[in-house]
């Protein structure tokens, strides 16, 4: 049973609807980083909620979902993309459990801010950036929507641990298009409070489509994803960012390294680079200083896995 996500209308196309099953999604990102339990969730309703907010926007190739907090998690972010691919990452993998347990994220995410990231064209980034609600993502989440994009959302993003890991996961948003009456909106909410924990059901086996019908009524479904964790990364994009570190710190790398080692923070994949590889690439290094060197005093160009979504975070470590 792959994991998928369903987009729609209902009551009449007043309310936008979505859901989506990520079970398998999260359970293999955890799986990749090796992530502790409370670092797992973490994960999981970022990359569950990247891919909500996926469904909403046409013609963009990523967004980029960041919690940013004060606690041991540090950043948490999830990049996806309109096929339905997603990618998390965040500042410790192995966060203990805090007494309250690993379902309640937010004394690890502590106090910040989120920030949503979509890249409109090449180049070109929207940034919205709002407080931090609680830290458990889905309220943070709502209250995104509700000041940056003016509309009303419920949302949910939840899971079950087992202790093998993620056992079940997936979240829904629901969304009030403008003139739905506040009566509408009420009653929503109403249902949306007496759902039982969307990790039991998903575990019990309730679809995407069958979690909209409990939320609200007319439901029809206009598109149907099939989603899943996939990291772009390649050994040429790490190959690429060496040479972007300039010919003089290569050539002291060759010197002090063996093995030059750069792990990738969205899947943990390690790229391993041994000396004559290295040396290789200074030509390419020269040529990009070269590059760079005329570029001076046009401007910065965009640094490396900074904010852009388009950007696989390439921020390697040697
Ligand atoms: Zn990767």
């Not at 924990?197 to 598109?223: K, M, N, Q, W």
């Not at 040479?243 to 390294?257: M, P, S």
Request: overall charge negative; charged content about 20%; aromatic content about 4%.
């Amino acid at each position: 049973m792959n994991d998928y996500l369903v987009r729609g209308l209902a009551l009449g196309g007043s309310v936008r609807v979505v859901a989506v099953r990520t079970t398998q999604t999260v359970e293999a990102i955890r799986v990749a980083h090796d992530a502790s339990p409370i670092s797992a969730v973490a994960l999981g309703r970022v990359a569950t909620a990247a891919l909500l907010l996926g469904a909403t926007i046409k013609d963009q190739q990523q967004i980029g979902l960041q919690l940013n907090g004060d606690g041991p998690l540090g950043e948490v972010y999830a990049i996806a993309d309109a096929n339905g691919h997603v990618r998390a990452t965040c500042g410790d993998f192995r966060v203990e459990t805090p007494e309250t347990g690993p379902q309640k994220l937010a004394p690890a995410i502590g106090l910040g801010r989120l920030a949503v990231i979509k890249r409109l064209h090449e180049g070109e980034a929207f940034r919205g950036v709002v407080p931090l609600v609680d830290g458990e993502v889905a309220s943070d989440l709502a209250l995104y929507f509700h000041q940056s994009e003016q509309v009303p959302s419920a949302i949910g993003v939840g899971e079950k641990l087992s202790a093998q890991g993620i056992s079940a996961a997936g979240g829904f948003l629901v969304q009030a298009l403008p003139n739905v009456d506040p009566e509408t909106l009420a009653r929503i909410e109403q249902r949306v409070e007496t759902l039982p924990s969307l990790g039991e059901l998903f575990a019990l086996g309730v679809t995407p489509e069958a979690l909209l019908d409990r939320l609200v009524d007319d439901v029809e479904i206009l598109a149907r994803t099939e989603v899943g964790f996939h990291c772009p990364c390649t050994r040429e994009h790490y190959a690429r960012l060496l040479c972007t570190i300039g010919a003089a710190e290569l050539q002291t790398l060759t010197e002090e390294q063996e093995i030059t080692e750069l792990t990738c923070h969205f899947c943990s994949a390690v790229y391993r680079f041994d000396r004559e590889q290295i040396g290789a690439l200074l030509y390419g290094a020269r040529m990009w200083d070269e590059a760079s060197s005329h570029e001076q005093g046009e401007g910065e160009a965009e640094p490396a896995g900074a904010d852009g979504p388009g950007d696989d975070g390439g921020t390697g470590e040697a």
